[in-house]
């Protein structure tokens, strides 16, 4: 019999086992989690479980060292870019969903998928997430692959996206194929609820095909497609399914695949223009940080993302307890870079330049990274497991770090940052343990400072 990706009432079993568990229990686990090898389900079933305030610190102390380890200081920078709002979808949640008949909808030509690459790039990124509404009329897949040649040829004398990240609707082999072909970094998908139930009463049109997004996936990784992300939409429902859920997802990609998800993202339901869904399952602040740290340190090898639909005090702790990923200077309207007049498809709460998140992020003591190495040096898949789960990625990690923020400090930033990056800078230089990769990289970081550009190991 095949195998269920999601076995929905085992992950019920498991949290009424689990329910109200001992310290012992959740010590002994914390100490398992610091083996690095990643928890089982149930484990995570006690995490989720547990309400006592001492072990929470606790968990976000396991969860800080396990990212500390795995993944260092380094924290990477994207943003978003929209190109259509055209969605033949009724996702209760979404602004672009069909009922919304208010909306001119917009979809953006070559020449302003070009323009908008331009700003992102002067504005000082490297790797953007491209997203889109469904619709095989006005976003098929030869136009997404048309837009992603698009913004790979743009070159502004402050450089070029050196990787693109895709995010739209579930699709078939052959589609999946050719964004293979178009050289995309991860492609991501969320099943946004993993209860069926709920999935069916939100979604309308051919997302409403619970099957089609479970499955996608494994589809993507028959079309060659090795880093895939995965996520849900918290607040649809319980926050302790929906992990349990992501994490049987992951494991499933694990066990079949031989790779689990490159990245988890952790989207909260905002409110958007015209959707009046009321979410009756919130996820209080405490509780989306809980969850961000029991993932941390149940799949330790898999990077997680979160988005400025987070205000800056949230990202701020959730930075220290397990993402390593983060969007910056987001703008989630079609066309949105350098204008004012669309609609965005939920509320951010995260407003800042990208100067000032990297500025904050160096006073909290981490290394911003513009890196876009890994699928450009073929670590991809199984080959980027490989490294991870061998200690190695953290090396590449803190090195092509310190190389694309040099970039960034040269070509971006203010006197004030300046100053501020290069002790930062000189700080990680000196932790790096290997003899010859710490000559290289200074040798490299002089070159920088000459003007050379795009230097990774
Ligand atoms: N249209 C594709 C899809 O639905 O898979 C591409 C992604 S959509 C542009 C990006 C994601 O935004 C969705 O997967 C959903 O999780 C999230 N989203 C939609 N409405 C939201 C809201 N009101 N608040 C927060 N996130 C939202
Ligand atoms: Fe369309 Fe995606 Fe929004 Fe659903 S979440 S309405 S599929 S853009």
Redesign the pocket.
């Known amino acids: 019999m095949k195998e269920k990706i999601i076995d929905e009432r085992k992950i019920r079993d498991i949290l009424a086992e689990t329910k109200n568990p001992s310290s012992r229990t959740i010590l002994k686990i914390l100490k398992k989690a610091r083996e690095k090898k990643g928890l089982e389900l149930k484990d995570a079933g006690s995490l989720v479980n547990f309400n006592q305030p001492e072990l929470k610190k606790k968990l976000f102390a396991a969860a800080g060292w396990v990212k500390n380890e795995i993944y260092g200081e380094r924290l990477v920078f994207f943003a978003p870019l929209?190109l259509s709002d055209y969605?033949v979808?009724d996702?209760e949640?979404?602004?672009?969903h069909l009922a919304n008949k208010q909306l001119r909808r917009k979809r953006l030509t070559l020449k302003e998928i070009g323009e908008q690459t331009a700003i992102l790039i002067n504005m000082g990124h490297k790797r953007i997430l491209l997203?889109?509404?469904?619709d095989p009329q006005h976003n098929d897949i030869d136009y997404v692959v048309r837009a992603i040649k698009k913004i790979y040829s743009v070159k502004t004398d402050k450089g070029s996206i050196r990787r693109i990240n895709v995010?739209?609707?579930?699709t078939s082999v052959s589609d999946y194929r050719k964004l293979k072909k178009a050289n995309i970094g991860t492609y991501?998908?969320?099943q946004?609820t993993y209860h069926r139930p709920t999935y069916a009463r939100l979604h309308r049109g051919p997302?409403a095909d619970y099957e089609r997004?479970i499955t996608a996936h494994s589809r993507a990784f028959a079309a060659g497609l090795d880093d895939l992300g995965i996520?849900?939409?918290f607040?649809l429902y319980d926050w302790r399914f929906e992990v349990l859920a992501l994490i049987s997802h992951a494991q499933y990609l694990d066990k079949v695949y031989k790779v689990g998800p490159h990245t988890i993202?952790v989207?909260?339901?905002?409110?958007?223009p015209s959707?009046t869904?009321k979410s009756q399952y919130p996820v209080s602040d405490d509780d989306f940080l809980k969850l961000i740290a029991i993932l941390r340190i149940v799949v330790p090898y898999t990077g997680i993302i979160i988005?400025t639909?987070e205000n800056p005090q949230i990202r701020k702790k959730a930075f220290q307890i397990g993402v390593s990923q983060a969007s910056a200077a987001s703008c989630?309207t079609i066309g949105g870079y350098g204008s004012k007049d669309s609609q965005p498809?939920?509320?951010i709460h995260d407003n800042r330049r990208l100067e000032e998140v990297v500025k904050t992020a160096l006073s909290d003591g981490f290394l911003p990274s513009f890196c876009t190495a890994c699928y450009r040096r073929d670590r991809t898949g199984g080959k980027f497991m490989e490294f991870s789960k061998h200690g190695e990625i953290h090396k590449f990690c803190r090195v092509n770090a310190i190389l694309t923020f040099a970039e960034y400090l040269e070509d971006f930033s203010s006197n004030d940052l300046r100053e501020q990056g290069k002790a930062c800078l000189e700080f990680y230089l000196k932790k790096i343990e290997d003899l010859p990769l710490r000559q290289e990289t200074q040798k490299r970081l002089g070159e920088i400072s000459n003007g050379k550009r795009d230097l990774y190991f």
């Open positions: 929209y969605c979808n996702c949640y979404c602004n672009f997203e889109c509404g469904e995010n739209i609707a579930a991501q998908l969320f946004e997302k997004q996520g849900v939409l607040g993202s989207p909260r339901f905002q409110n958007a959707v869904f988005s639909r989630v498809q939920f509320k």
